[in-house]
Each structure stands twice: as C-alpha cells, then as structure tokens.
Nanobody
Framework: VQLQASGGGLVQAGGSLRLSCAAS????????MGWFRQAPGKEREFVAG????????RYADSVKGRFTVSRDNAKNMLYLQMNSLKPEDTAVYYC?????????????????WGKGTQVTVSS
C-alpha cells in the first residue's frame, strides 16, 4: 500500500491550502481514512477522519469549522481543505488508512501511513 500526500507549503495566517493523498495497493473504498499532524517537539495528533463511503466525518476540536475532509473513491483520493490557517497549524501532515471501514481518531487504528507533507503558516 502506498499513500502519497501532497499540497503542503508556506502560507500566511488566514490563508488556505488543500492537501491531497493518493492511495494505491488496497481497495481504497473499503477503508476509513484519516489525517494526522505532528508539530516539532510534539506528538502526532489526529486532525480529521472520514468513513469508507464518506458519510461520517470527525474533526479535532482545534480544526472544527476550518478544515474539511473529503474523499473521492473513484479516484482513490483523500483531501483536506484547510481554511483560516493559524500559525499553530504548522506541522507535517500525514494521511493514513484505517484497518476497517469505520473512522477512528486513534493513530493505533491506522494500518498504513504516508510520508507526510509540510504545512507552514506564518504570522
């Protein structure tokens, strides 16, 4: 299984970015997906998750109302639209594939991880 995240970059506070994650090697539509992030000196944390069919989503409190997770099962793609970005959103963002079709916010429930994409928000 390969997960390739892209779309990161440097943006000013208040700006937007859209992260993408291309999946291959497994039946993408059968598994929940998630976005996690890790800031320097901090543990990896859950950002957003989506169930296998896209009918259920979950967000960390810190990003609710600003981030939107979505997926396109026909294209094997996962997305994270990030609006109203804040300096505290600066981190490496990882996409991950769950072990079941039901979403989970636990990193231990993820079977596969991408390499991550850097998001830097300047103040």
């Amino acid at each position: 299984v390969q997960l390739q995240a892209s779309g990161g970059g440097l943006v000013q506070a208040g700006g937007s970015l859209r992260l993408s994650c291309a999946a291959s090697g497994r039946t993408f539509s059968s598994y929940a997906m998630g976005w996690f992030r890790q800031a320097p000196g901090k543990e990896r944390e859950f950002v957003a998750g989506i169930s296998w069919g896209g009918g259920s989503m979950r967000y960390a409190d810190s990003v609710k109302g600003r981030f939107t997770v979505s997926r396109d099962n026909a294209k094997n793609m996962l997305y994270l639209q990030m609006n109203s970005l804040k300096p505290e959103d600066t981190a490496v963002y990882y996409c991950a594939m769950g072990s079941t079709r039901y979403l989970s916010s636990a990193s231990g429930s993820m079977d596969y991880w991408g390499k991550g994409t850097q998001v830097t928000v300047s103040s």
